[in-house]
């Protein structure tokens, strides 16, 4: 009877360990971090990719009701894909648009404004990718909504789509 | 005169190697740091390790969390904050991580009380 009982327990940690690691096939291990909403931004300051001057983002949301801070590079190809979504964005006056410029060289990210048009109100550079990280991105492209209280709404990871579109209007609505 | 050239030998050294001296322990404490985050760019891999646009610009970005002053726990919780817990390869005990914390533990009593009681128990 003992004996039974023991078999038994063994057989049923084997099933249970059987099902627990077949689960954990089909599920995607990519982690995706999704910590940041409703959180506050961090404040940052960079410079302007045109004037080079010092600027505090705080400064670039005061005012407006939502800011949409996009980050982009013009070696990013998923980037050129977006802008035509960017300069849709750029229409809407309760959005204030603020572009930060990844990793890029100034002349290309100067470039890639002159040829597809400049939807941001601000770019601000970030060269080793450190404003980013702080930011709690972790790629590009990547679109954080933040409202006038400096907290995020929400966050896009990769190129904004039609429906991200759409969700960025309702939220700003 | 001896004496007098030894201490600003001394002097110098100290002068031009301090700088280095915390350097190479700033650097230390970034490897020491960076082994411990996993890389969100490359799963496999900590961000010691990898060499992804994302794991250079975190080790920079440690680098300069160090140099402001921050201490290895803040600098962890900062990150973990921003990322998530899963950045951290030393994951913390709490109700969605009991399980993984005593399920060996757990495995490790019943094996020993079945050897116990194999070897003792006749």
Same mark, same amino acid.
């Given at each position: 009877?003992?004996?039974?009982?023991?078999?038994?327990?063994i #057989?049923?940690i084997f099933i249970? &360990? !059987?099902?627990l690691?077949?689960?954990?096939l089909?599920? /995607?291990?990519?982690?995706?971090?999704?910590?940041?909403?409703?959180?506050?931004i961090?404040?940052? @300051?960079?410079?302007?990719? !045109?004037? =080079? #001057? =010092?600027i505090?983002?705080?400064q670039?949301? @005061?005012?407006?009701?939502?800011?949409i801070?996009n980050?982009?590079? @013009?070696?990013?190809?998923?980037c050129?894909? =977006?802008?035509? !979504?960017l300069m849709?964005? @750029?229409?809407n006056?309760? &959005?204030?648009?603020v572009?930060?410029?990844y990793?890029?060289?100034?002349t290309n990210?100067?470039?890639?404004i002159?040829?597809f048009?400049?939807?941001?109100s601000?770019?601000?550079?970030?060269?080793?990718? /450190?404003?980013?990280i =702080?930011?709690g991105a972790?790629?590009?492209p990547?679109t954080?909504? &933040?409202n006038k209280?400096q907290?995020i #709404?929400?966050k896009?990871i990769g190129?904004? /789509?039609?429906?991200?579109?759409?969700?960025?209007e309702?939220? /700003?609505? | 005169m001896k004496?007098?050239k030894?201490? %600003?030998l001394i002097?110098?050294?100290?002068?031009f190697c301090?700088?280095?001296?915390i350097?190479?322990?700033n650097?230390?404490?970034?490897n020491k +740091?960076?082994?411990?985050?996993r890389?969100?760019i490359?799963?496999g891999?900590s961000?010691?390790? *990898?060499?992804?646009?994302?794991a250079v *610009?975190? $080790? %920079?970005l440690i680098k $300069?969390k160090?140099?402001e002053?921050?201490?290895?726990?803040? +600098?962890?919780?900062?990150l973990?904050?921003?990322?998530g817990?899963?950045i *951290?390869?030393?994951?913390? +005990?709490?109700? $969605?991580t009991?399980l993984?914390w005593?399920?060996?533990l757990?495995?490790?009593?019943?094996g020993? +009380?079945l050897i116990?009681? $194999?070897?003792?128990i006749?």
């Amino acid at each position: 009877m003992k004996k039974n009982i023991i078999y038994l327990t063994i #057989v049923f940690i084997f099933i249970f &360990i !059987f099902i627990l690691f077949y689960k954990g096939l089909y599920k /995607t291990n990519i982690y995706i971090p999704n910590e940041l909403n409703n959180k506050n931004i961090v404040q940052f @300051s960079g410079k302007d990719l !045109f004037s =080079e #001057v =010092e600027i505090n983002f705080g400064q670039l949301i @005061s005012n407006n009701k939502f800011t949409i801070i996009n980050i982009w590079a @013009s070696w990013c190809l998923p980037c050129r894909s =977006e802008h035509h !979504f960017l300069m849709d964005l @750029s229409n809407n006056s309760k &959005i204030n648009l603020v572009g930060l410029n990844y990793k890029d060289r100034p002349t290309n990210a100067k470039k890639f404004i002159n040829d597809f048009g400049n939807p941001f109100s601000k770019i601000l550079i970030d060269p080793d990718g /450190t404003i980013s990280i =702080e930011l709690g991105a972790y790629g590009i492209p990547e679109t954080f909504i &933040i409202n006038k209280d400096q907290k995020i #709404v929400k966050k896009f990871i990769g190129p904004l /789509t039609k429906k991200n579109m759409r969700e960025i209007e309702q939220i /700003t609505n | 005169m001896k004496f007098k050239k030894f201490i %600003l030998l001394i002097f110098l050294y100290t002068f031009f190697c301090q700088g280095d001296l915390i350097a190479n322990n700033n650097n230390v404490l970034v490897n020491k +740091i960076s082994k411990n985050l996993r890389c969100l760019i490359c799963q496999g891999q900590s961000v010691y390790d *990898s060499q992804s646009d994302f794991a250079v *610009s975190m $080790k %920079l970005l440690i680098k $300069k969390k160090i140099k402001e002053g921050n201490t290895e726990k803040q +600098i962890y919780d900062y990150l973990k904050n921003q990322y998530g817990e899963w950045i *951290s390869y030393d994951t913390e +005990i709490n109700k $969605k991580t009991y399980l993984l914390w005593l399920f060996p533990l757990l495995l490790f009593i019943f094996g020993g +009380i079945l050897i116990f009681r $194999k070897v003792f128990i006749k």
